[in-house]
């Protein structure tokens, strides 16, 4: 009689937080994204309705149908959850979700998660805010409607980390969006795929090579000075200072 919105956190299961664990081990049904890994399932009841609504291509669920579905497992079971990767409520549409079952008289609650945006940085020793570096961060979508409306222009700030999900695809219009807004060719860059996977692999770089870099989703881009920067770095400054 309540659907719960689980933030499935960025890949292992253990980065989970313990209430989404714990509704995840009562769930009656749980409705989950192709981004939350199998380890985070295996903490699912073995009775579990469990419904897959990944958008992969050639089986695309749409929006609507996905609402629907939470609306009428809602209704039928005791405990829903709805797994979502990251937080659900940082680019999961998990906002959406939530106004179609308010609307439907379905009870529904949210549960954070850790987000990809600042847990993918981290996978790869990247702090995206330090002092005398970066004195925020600023995380967007790299998956706009229009890539030509110079969106990415209007971000380039030498003084901020900037983080895109879903950037892959348009990796090199972003980069040649930043350089023409004035950010240098030679700002550091770095791409965390499949971040706390077996999957995770760290690629950096600079800006200008940004387009060509070998590289796939699901990745998140690290735009900024910090980017240069990994934990490795970090503990060799510690150790000069004592
Ligand atoms: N709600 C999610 C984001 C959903 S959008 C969150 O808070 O993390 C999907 C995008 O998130 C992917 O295209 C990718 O850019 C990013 N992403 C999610 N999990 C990731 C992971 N483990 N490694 C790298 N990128 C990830």
Redesign the pocket.
């Given at each position: 009689m309540t659907v719960y919105l689980v933030?499935a956190g960025?890949?292992d299961a253990d980065l989970m937080t313990v209430r989404g664990a714990r509704l995840l081990a009562a769930a009656d049904a749980i409705v989950h994204?192709r981004?939350v890994e199998r380890s985070v399932l295996d903490l699912a009841r073995r009775d579990a309705e469990l419904v897959d609504v990944g958008k992969v291509p050639g089986r695309f669920t749409s929006q609507s149908m996905i609402n629907d579905l939470l609306v009428s497992l809602g209704r039928r079971y005791d405990t829903v959850v709805r797994l979502?990767?990251?937080?659900?409520?940082?680019?999961?549409r998990?906002g959406e979700e939530m106004i179609a079952l308010g609307r439907a008289g379905v009870v529904c609650d949210v549960v954070p998660?850790?987000?990809?945006?600042f847990?993918?940085p981290l996978?790869a020793g990247i702090p995206v805010t330090h002092r005398g570096l970066s004195r925020g961060v600023t995380v967007v979508?790299?998956?706009t409607e229009r890539h030509d409306d110079g969106y990415f222009r209007r971000l380039a700030n030498p003084e901020l980390s900037l983080v895109?999900?879903?950037?892959?695809a348009a990796r090199s219009s972003i980069a040649t969006q930043l350089i023409q807004g004035g950010l240098s060719d030679e700002t550091p860059v770095a791409v965390?795929?499949?971040?706390?996977?077996t999957r995770?692999s760290v690629t950096r770089s600079v800006l200008r090579e940004l387009g060509s870099l070998d590289v796939a989703?699901?990745?998140?881009?690290v735009i900024g000075p910090c980017a240069a920067l990994s934990v490795r770095e970090l503990l060799a400054e510690t150790s000069a200072l004592v």
């Amino acid at each position: 009689m309540t659907v719960y919105l689980v933030g499935a956190g960025p890949g292992d299961a253990d980065l989970m937080t313990v209430r989404g664990a714990r509704l995840l081990a009562a769930a009656d049904a749980i409705v989950h994204d192709r981004l939350v890994e199998r380890s985070v399932l295996d903490l699912a009841r073995r009775d579990a309705e469990l419904v897959d609504v990944g958008k992969v291509p050639g089986r695309f669920t749409s929006q609507s149908m996905i609402n629907d579905l939470l609306v009428s497992l809602g209704r039928r079971y005791d405990t829903v959850v709805r797994l979502k990767g990251g937080d659900p409520f940082v680019f999961g549409r998990g906002g959406e979700e939530m106004i179609a079952l308010g609307r439907a008289g379905v009870v529904c609650d949210v549960v954070p998660g850790v987000t990809s945006a600042f847990a993918g940085p981290l996978a790869a020793g990247i702090p995206v805010t330090h002092r005398g570096l970066s004195r925020g961060v600023t995380v967007v979508t790299g998956h706009t409607e229009r890539h030509d409306d110079g969106y990415f222009r209007r971000l380039a700030n030498p003084e901020l980390s900037l983080v895109v999900l879903m950037g892959v695809a348009a990796r090199s219009s972003i980069a040649t969006q930043l350089i023409q807004g004035g950010l240098s060719d030679e700002t550091p860059v770095a791409v965390i795929e499949s971040a706390w996977t077996t999957r995770e692999s760290v690629t950096r770089s600079v800006l200008r090579e940004l387009g060509s870099l070998d590289v796939a989703s699901p990745a998140i881009i690290v735009i900024g000075p910090c980017a240069a920067l990994s934990v490795r770095e970090l503990l060799a400054e510690t150790s000069a200072l004592v």
